[in-house]
């Protein structure tokens, strides 16, 4: 009897290692697929982590053409933000048959002078066009003959013919600068004067070529007070 009981219990605690033994290696497998599913897992969270670091940058790096639409609209509404400036048209000296002086250079009708083109030159106007807008001008010669008291001296008469250059390249009051003449209240020569420099431009036009670009280099390398006396002369008919 105690032979059959020892091995009865010998029977029962093996079945009892071997079903440990099984336990034990379910729950490694179960620990193992449990730390691959959790690799894996992680493993995406990384990817899309990356992924979302990726967007992220780019992003960043490339700027936002509505933000920038908006900022450059709160620029220019901004109230402390003083307007940009606008270029005033050039101011026109003297005209010469079909030459007109604008900054001591001669320019002749399709040339380009800070930023205008040249399209027509009158008697006693230019006609320019910039940013598609016709603009004329009186030369600055034009309105020192009307513009100033025959009794001004050269101090006066100087400071005169920048002030009446200006309202001539102004305008009419309430327009912009280089404002076309057409319309009430825009100063025009005097018939007198239309009608020397019509007579001025016939004398320039009836010359040779070679006279007229003689009187051009003359007039280019004189001094301020030697080009008005020449231009003077010319127009009481002593100028050839």
């Known amino acids: 009897m105690k032979a059959l009981h020892q091995i009865v219990n010998i029977s029962a605690l093996d079945r009892v290692l071997r079903w440990g033994a099984i336990a034990l290696g379910v729950w490694l497998v179960v620990l193992v697929i449990g730390a691959g599913a959790q690799s894996l897992h992680t493993s995406g969270k990384a990817a899309a982590a990356i992924r979302e670091y990726q967007r992220l940058r780019a992003d960043a790096i490339q700027p936002d053409q509505g933000i920038d639409e908006k900022i450059r609209k709160l620029s220019q509404n901004n109230l402390f933000v003083a307007p940009p400036s606008q270029v005033p048209l050039p101011q026109t000296r003297a005209i010469l048959g079909d030459a007109v002086l604008v900054n001591d250079q001669w320019y002749r009708v ?3 002078v800070d930023g205008c083109q040249i399209t027509q030159i009158g008697p006693d106007f230019v006609v320019v066009i910039r940013d598609g807008k016709e603009h004329r001008l009186v030369p600055f010669d034009v309105e020192v003959n009307y513009g100033q008291a025959s009794a001004s001296g050269p101090s006066s008469g100087a400071n005169g013919r920048r ?7 102004r305008g009419p009051r309430g327009r912009g600068p280089g404002a076309e003449d057409s319309g009430p209240g825009f100063p025009q020569p005097p018939e ?20 007229r670009r003689e009187m051009f280099e003359q007039l280019r390398n004189a001094s301020p007070e030697e080009r008005e006396r020449m231009r003077e002369e010319f127009m009481r008919g002593r100028g050839q």
């Open 192 to 211: 007198e004067v239309r009608a020397r420099m019509m007579e001025m431009r016939q004398r320039v036009e009836s010359m040779t070529p070679e006279q």
């Open 163 to 169: 002030r009446d250059s200006r309202d001539v390249q």
């Open 110 to 112: 399709g040339q380009e």
